[in-house]
Nanobody
Framework: QVQLVESGGGLVQTGGSLRLSCAAS????????TGWFRQAPGKEREFVAA????????YYADSVKGRFTVSRDNARNSVYLQMNNLKPDDTAVYFC??????????????????WGQGTRVTVAS
């Protein structure tokens, strides 16, 4: 069973950057798509970004497009979410997940079966 561990969260000022990592153990990302979701206090978990690595297709929420980039490093068995120009509205717990979603589900939680525990990002104004 693949397990995912996120890291890289923290406190950053508005306009700053962070890179979140999602490392897999007990397996690899091979054959899976990877999604990043976030959950702000008092809000539902929402889609942030995803990578369908079989076709190298990347997906982004409108709110992060142009600021966030998802990537993968096979040698390190990790995926990353580079977050630039952070805003207070980006404050949330960020989760990575893997699955084999069909295209219509790649932006939904139901498309992913294995989740990490989350890493907290706080953007100070």
């Amino acid at each position: 069973q693949v397990q995912l561990v996120e890291s890289g969260g923290g406190l950053v000022q508005t306009g700053g950057s962070l890179r979140l990592s999602c490392a897999a153990s007990g397996g690899t990302f091979s054959g899976y798509s990877t999604g990043w979701f976030r959950q702000a206090p008092g809000k539902e978990r929402e889609f942030v970004a995803a990578g369908r690595w079989g076709t190298n297709t990347l997906y982004y929420a409108d709110s992060v497009k142009g600021r966030f980039t998802v990537s993968r490093d096979n040698a390190r068995n990790s995926v990353y979410l580079q977050m630039n120009n952070l805003k207070p509205d980006d404050t949330a717990v960020y989760f990575c997940a893997i699955g084999r979603p069909i295209t219509s589900s790649i932006r939904t939680m139901s498309g992913y079966q294995i989740w990490g525990q989350g890493t907290r990002v706080t953007v100070a104004s």
